[in-house]
């Protein structure tokens, strides 16, 4: 999905801070932008609108802040929401992380700080529509290896998910993790690994090893284990 294609919906009830972030989408030449300074308006919006993107103000106005503002639109629709907050805090960074969140904007932000956060949320779900179209294919043509706590791997799109949403990995990462995927338990070498990703390409065992620290770095709940003096194994959980 592209910027021009998008109806975003802004939540905050600061004048100068909504018409500021107005201003910067404006410019990126969104489709339509509408605002709403509190939970009851975001909601008559929400219900009367399109909207594809929502930039939620944690702290708004009124008795229902921006995430309880979230959850209650997340109970009928499916909208993806960059939350902005003036407060760079864990705890509500954290209590962000249970809606739909595709990204955050701490205060005071740059207009390149909002061009970044919405191409990255565009792209997400874009990849996100494209496995929900997967998806409803026949069932056996789509091929998904369920991993653990909520990971899923597509193999005809190379591409995993935690709780339905695209992890993000780089290129290298992705082709190990598929060379993994398809050997499930099983031991692959490194001179294997090396071989079919890196090709003719005199690689050390440090550069394997980093790019499998970031890989693990990036998914926790998976379990990639290194079997000294060979390769490693990707362990696939049995559910209980």
Known sequence: ?????CSILIVEDELIASEYLKDILHSFHAKQIFEATNAKEAQH???????????????????????????LLNKEYFIPIIFTTSYG??????????????????????????????????????????????EKQPQKSVQIIDLNKNYLYYISSKTLTFCNIPINLTKKELEILDI???????????????????????????????TISRLKKKIPHITIENIVNYGYILKQSTKG
Request: proline fraction near 2%.
């Open 45 to 71: 919006i929400v219900q009367n609108h399109h909207i594809d993107l929502i930039f939620m103000d944690i702290n708004i106005e009124g008795a229902i802040d921006g995430i309880a503002c979230a959850s």
């Open 89 to 134: 805090d864990t705890a509500t960074i954290n209590e962000a992380k249970e809606e739909n969140t595709f990204g955050y904007l701490i205060k005071p932000f740059q207009p390149n700080d909002v061009e970044a956060s919405l191409l990255i949320a565009l792209s997400t779900l874009t990849r996100m529509n494209q496995l929900s179209q997967i």
């Open 1 to 5: 999905m592209k910027v021009k294609a």
């Open 180 to 210: 993994l995927c398809q050997n499930l338990n099983q031991n692959i070498s490194y001179d294997y690994i090396k071989e079919t990703i890196w090709s003719q390409k005199d690689i050390s065992d440090s550069t394997l090893r980093d």
